[in-house]
Each structure stands twice: as C-alpha cells, then as structure tokens.
C-alpha cells in the first residue's frame, strides 16, 4: 500500500528508493524487491508515454528516422566543415546531413534516386568554376549545369551554384589572416572568378605567372598548381571558425543559400 501511494506521487522516485534499500533488505526479500523495480519501472515508461502531447509523439518519431533529416550535398569534403560552421549560426536548426559528390564530373555520375534513399529533401551545392559563365553579365550557369539542374529537378533535388568561382572566394581577409598568420593585403580584395588558391601565392606576384594566367583564361585552359601557395583546402574549416555570416557574407549569394538550408530543413521537420 505504501509503495502505491509514493508510486503515484513519483514512481521513479520510488524505484529509486527500492533499489537504495536492497542493500540492507534480508536476502529473502530482495528477489520481491528485485521484482517491484522491473514492474514499476515499465508502469513508469507506460505513464510517461501516456502523458506525453500526441504532437511531441509526432516529432520524436519524425526526427528517428533520417528520411526526415535534410541532405546538403556539397562539392567537395573540404565544403562541408563551411556550411556547416555557417549554418550552425543561423538559429536553431534540425540535424543536416551532409555529404559531397567530388566535382562536377563526380555529379554527373550521381544517381538521384539514390540520393532519395538517404533523404526525402535534398539541396546540392556546387562551384561556379565549371557552372557558371564567369566572364559573363550576371554569370548565367553554363549548358552543362542547367543539364544537371533539370535532370535533378525531375526527382525533385534542388541543385544551388556559387556566383564565384568556388567557396574559399567568400572567405574575408581577416578571417584568412588569423589562420596563417600573414598579412594579406596585397592580395585582398581577391577577385572572384579566379582559383583563389592560385591567387593566394607568392607565384601571383611574378609577372610570368600572371601571363600565364591571362593566357590560361583566355584559352580556357587550367592553369598547374602554383609552387608557392599561401593557402590550402584543409585550412578551410579554420577560416570558418572566424567568419560571422551576416557580417563577412552580407549581399552575397552564399548568405542566402545558407538562409535556404535552414528554412528547408525547418520546413521538412514539420511536414
């Protein structure tokens, strides 16, 4: 009888107290004891099931399973570490997955229907060194990125492509800095439709270098790795620690991109 009545007050506070006892329960008594804590143990799991808003029910079993959880495919895994730190400073925000494709060659290999199986929604995000017309008004995607963007808009995939030449070209200069420890005025403000890391380095400053870059774009050419970079890929998720979203991405696409994945992913937990 007294165990009823605490068990209406508290069971777990009840089951709490059996399981203190047994220590100084005699042996006989403690397989009853033993007993009385599995049976108010699951009366509590039921109780609380039972009291819990059918909406909070709804949820937890939306969030268990990752169909539910947004998709964000970026380019390369270098990307990733950057949206993340970005989104992660929008506000609260479902768990994302993320992944990458590995270039637009990698894409083009992509099955969307096999995306679709990880996720009922999802946002790929690429580069605008091969998806866009950088020397171009406005920089119009090139015929090969509006091909991907139909074929993945008929499985209903969203495909989103940078302004710039690839996501390091967001990157501000004191967050840059702070990373490798050099000043960086010389090469600030860095243009944006050229690879920023053949552009963050000590060969940019020769003249050769530089002709052999004009001729590069002229010819539509790639241009080999310069020998003196200032920068890597790796260093990206340190620069990302020091970038402030609504200050250093103000006006940019890559802002609004970062906005969109938080809406979606929002949007796909209530659906």
């Not at 991405?249 to 970062?258: P, Y």
Request: proline share 6%; with cysteine; net charge positive.
């Amino acid at each position: 009888m007294l165990s009823n009545t605490i068990g209406k007050i508290n069971r777990r506070e009840l089951v709490r107290v059996i399981r203190q006892q047994m220590n100084v329960t005699p042996a006989n008594w403690q397989r009853w004891q033993q007993s009385q804590v599995i049976e108010q143990e699951r009366t509590a799991i039921i109780e609380e099931g039972q009291q819990t808003p059918f909406d909070d029910v709804l949820k937890k079993l939306k969030g268990a399973t990752s169909l539910n959880r947004l998709l964000v495919m970026c380019e390369g895994p270098t990307d990733i570490p950057v949206f993340q730190e970005l989104v992660a400073q929008v506000g609260e925000v479902p768990e994302i997955m993320f992944d990458y494709v590995g270039g637009w060659s990698g894409l083009r290999q992509k099955d969307p229907n096999v995306l679709l199986l990880v996720s009922k929604a999802v946002i790929v995000i690429m580069d605008g060194d091969e998806g866009r017309k950088l020397s171009k008004r406005n920089r119009p995607l090139t015929d090969m990125a509006r091909e991907q963007q139909k074929r993945l808009a008929r499985c209903g995939i969203e495909l989103r492509v940078l302004q710039r030449y690839g996501i390091e070209n967001y990157f501000p200069r004191g967050a840059i800095e702070r990373v490798i420890g050099i000043d960086l005025s010389a090469f600030f403000p860095a243009p944006e439709d050229t690879p920023f890391i053949e552009h963050l380095s000590l060969d940019n400053k020769v003249p050769w270098y530089r002709f052999r870059q004009w001729v590069a774009q002229r010819l539509d050419l790639k241009m080999p790795p310069p020998q003196r970079p200032l920068y890597s890929k790796s260093q990206n998720q340190a620069v990302a620690k020091f970038m402030v979203l609504n200050a250093d991405l103000a006006g940019t696409d890559l802002r609004e991109i970062v906005n969109s994945i938080a809406r979606r992913a929002r949007d796909l937990l209530e659906e």
